[in-house]
C-alpha cells in the first residue's frame, strides 16, 4: 500500500473523522493521488480504514505502553531494580497487565437482550468491556495490584484474544522490550522530574497515555 500525498499529516484519534473526509475529498480530487493495493482488490474506504488502524493501534498503542511501562517501573522502586536486570517479555507482558494503553476493548453489540450480573443489555446497545478491570480482578491473578515482573501465569488481554487477537503483537512486544531495555541501560539513572501525581494523561476514556513525561537522566 502507498500513498504519493497526504493532505494532511498530523490527525488526532478526535480528528480522525474530519482526516478521513478531508483524505476523501482530496482523493476525489486528484485522482492521481488515490490509494491503491498492488492488485488493486480494495476499496478505498477499506485502505484508508487501514491506514488509519496502522497509525492508531500500530503507533500509538506502542507510544502509550513505551510511556505508562516506564511510569509503573520509575514509581515501583522494586520493580525498578528487578528491571534493570533486563527487560523480558515477561515483563513486558506484566507491563501490559498491569497500566495497558488500551482501556477498552473494541464495541460489541449484542445480537439479542442479553443478562448479566442481572443486568439486562438490550439487542444492539454498545457494550464495552473494560480490560483494565479483568487485568486486575483478584479471582483470575494474585495480587493484582502488584506489579509482579515475573509473573508467569499472566493471561492479560491487551493484544485482544481469538481470532481478534492482535496481529501486530510479537512486534510490539520486541519494541517495549528492546525501547525499555536501551533506556534502563544507557541512562540508568533516569527518575521522574515531577510527583506521580502531577504527571498529565490524555483525555481518553478508552486509550492511556501520557501527554508529556518529564525526566531526569
Given amino acids: 500500500m502507498s500513498a ?15 482526516c478521513r473526509r478531508t483524505a476523501q475529498s482530496s482523493r476525489s480530487a486528484c485522482p492521481e493521488h488515490q490509494l491503491r493495493d498492488e492488485e488493486d482488490r480494495l476499496t478505498e474506504d477499506e485502505l484508508t ?15 502509550n505502553l513505551l510511556g505508562n511501562g ?6 515501583d522502586p522494586a520493580a525498578l531494580a528487578r528491571a534493570r536486570n533486563g527487560i523480558t517479555p515477561t515483563t513486558v507482558d506484566e507491563l501490559l497487565r498491569f497500566d495497558p ?8 453489540f449484542p445480537k439479542e437482550d442479553v443478562v448479566i450480573g442481572g443486568v439486562t443489555v438490550p439487542k444492539g446497545e ?9 487485568h486486575h480482578d483478584p479471582d483470575r491473578f494474585a495480587a493484582p495490584e502488584r506489579l509482579d515482573l515475573d509473573r508467569t501465569d499472566n493471561p492479560h ?10 496481529l501486530g503483537a510479537s512486534l510490539a512486544r520486541v519494541e517495549a522490550e528492546i525501547g525499555l ?30 501527554r508529556t513525561l518529564p525526566v531526569t537522566l
Wanted: glycine share 8%; hydrophobic share 40%.
Fill in 49 to 63: 480504514s487501514a491506514a488509519f488502524l496502522v497509525l492508531f493501534a500500530g503507533y500509538e498503542n506502542t507510544v
Fill in 70 to 75: 516506564l511510569v509503573a517501573l520509575l514509581t
Fill in 181 to 210: 531495555g536501551t533506556l534502563l541501560t544507557r541512562f540508568p539513572n533516569v527518575a521522574l522530574a515531577v510527583p506521580e501525581s502531577e504527571l498529565q494523561w490524555r483525555g481518553s476514556f478508552r486509550n492511556r497515555g501520557l
Fill in 126 to 134: 454498545t457494550v464495552l468491556l473494560s480490560l483494565v478491570s479483568a
Fill in 4 to 18: 504519493t500525498h497526504s493532505p494532511r499529516s498530523r490527525c488526532s484519534g478526535r480528528r480522525a473523522p474530519g
Fill in 157 to 166: 488481554l491487551a493484544f485482544g484474544h481469538g481470532p481478534h487477537y492482535c
Fill in 101 to 108: 494503553p488500551p482501556q477498552l476493548a473494541i464495541r460489541r
